[in-house]
């Protein structure tokens, strides 16, 4: 365990909820009946898979990726993927849900990026005063007029849109409208938390996360236990899944000859090593058995390999059948 310092100053943000009004036409799904707010979009108080639904939401050819450049911000972050499309398009459906984040309980989209709340935006009524080249850089949660939002691990009641200047319609968490920052590249990133003093991120409430913070702790994240390794064609290309159906990652970081994982601190915070459920072998569908071994970890477990290469799975995505495109600029690659 390790401690890392948080940039973070007190700003309480006030919270109103203005649900606009435009009605939507999709149909309910038999698996979680959605109700209708307000009349832009639909709230399901279950996540996307109780509705069969995998992938980001964007479509069946969509990446899950990081936003565009953050030209705006004052940080240096990492550079984003400037092969993924644009996610300024709004997405078919949303899903929010929560993550235990070095700096407290978040809110992410369905790919675990991290959502803010910008400080200068305008509470009653609510409307986002962040367009043109700061929408760049802090992409807003868009859907589709009508679309699904599932909400796993918040109030549905806290869920509500605006409509934007340019008519689009965008996700509000207790009536602050949601954004993304493009320096994030790794679901679980908060690398727009303190920007300028007034971009923080959610908190399960709907406050931001603006309290005053010196250090925060960082914790390895739980091994991702599973009893089979599959290999499948996802949406956007060949994938190794577990038994959630989450994607598998190698990371460039670590060593093949011999395996061992250079994935520590705050690296390790955010990915979960692979280990075999009860301590056992894994079960392989569509992988060579001769490509899979294990290594033994300090704390006792054995990480599977592939090739040699240990495997993880990211702690905060929750989606099925994507690739995080943008985690390649740290090292993150989808096992195949």
Partial sequence: ???????????????????????????????????????????????????????????????????????????????????????????????????????????????????????????????????????????????????????????????????????????TIAGRPAYRFGGDTVPGDLNGQGVDNVWFAFGPDGKALDALITTAELKAAKPDRTSTLTAKDGKDGPIVVDDDGATIYRFDGDDTDPPASNCTDACAALWQPVVARNGGRVKLKGIDGDRVWWLSR????????????????????KSTDTIITSAATQGWTAAR
């Fill in 1 to 171: 365990m390790s401690r890392t310092p948080v940039r973070a100053l007190a700003a309480p943000l006030a919270a109103a909820l203005l649900l606009a009004g435009c009605a939507g036409n999709e149909a309910a799904d038999p698996a979680a009946a959605p109700v209708l707010a307000g009349g832009e979009i639909k709230l399901v108080d279950a996540p996307a898979s109780s509705a069969g639904l995998t992938g980001d939401g964007r479509g069946d050819n969509a990446v899950a990726a990081s936003p565009a450049s953050p030209a705006a911000a004052s940080t240096t972050p990492p550079a984003p993927d400037p092969t993924a499309p644009s996610p300024q398009a709004p997405a078919k459906w949303v899903q929010l849900s929560t993550n235990k984040a070095t700096i407290g309980e978040t809110v992410t989209d369905v790919t675990g990026f991290t959502l803010y709340s910008f400080a200068r935006d305008p509470a009653e009524p609510p409307a986002s005063a962040c367009t043109g080249t700061c929408a760049e850089s802090w992409p807003p949660v868009l859907i589709q007029a009508g679309g699904r939002v599932f909400v796993d691990g918040l109030q549905t009641d806290d869920i509500g849109a605006i409509r934007r200047p340019d008519g689009g319609v965008q996700v």
């Fill in 298 to 317: 300090k704390d006792g477990t054995k990480q599977v390999t592939l090739d040699g290469s240990p495997l993880y799975r990211n702690v905060a995505d």
